[in-house]
Nanobody, 126 residues
Framework: QVHLVDSGGGTVQAGGSLRLSCAVS????????MGWFRQAPGKEREFVAG????????KYKDSVKGRFTISRDNTKNTVYLQMNSLKPEDTAVYYC???????????????????WGQGTQVTVSS
């Protein structure tokens, strides 16, 4: 059984920073591609960032490029999302996800991920 626990959300002013963490149970973390998605009220869940199981390749939503950085520590079974220069439009519940059958590039669709965290709220005030 794979368990993902998201943390690190909170309320910040525009321009501020947050670092989200996702701790993954199990011994096969290093085989999973990992992703971060977000869902704002009344909107569909959308891809934010992804990283391959090796960490060699990353992918980002266009609107967060240059502001967000995804990384992973396979010794700690943890994936991170460093979010800088936050904007009010970044406000959402953020979810980490694990892809147990990864390809050479991170997936960007929710159906490509097999396991999900419970979500952590990020609120950016103007």
């Amino acid at each position: 059984q794979v368990h993902l626990v998201d943390s690190g959300g909170g309320t910040v002013q525009a321009g501020g920073s947050l670092r989200l963490s996702c701790a993954v149970s199990g011994r096969t973390f290093s085989r999973y591609a990992m992703g971060w998605f977000r869902q704002a009220p009344g909107k569909e869940r959308e891809f934010v960032a992804g990283v391959t199981f090796s960490g060699d390749s990353t992918k980002y939503k266009d609107s967060v490029k240059g502001r967000f950085t995804i990384s992973r520590d396979n010794t700690k079974n943890t994936v991170y999302l460093q979010m800088n220069s936050l904007k009010p439009e970044d406000t959402a519940v953020y979810y980490c996800a694990a892809d147990a059958q990864p390809s050479e590039v991170p997936g960007t669709y929710t159906y490509e991920y097999d396991y999900w965290g419970q979500g952590t709220q990020v609120t950016v005030s103007s």
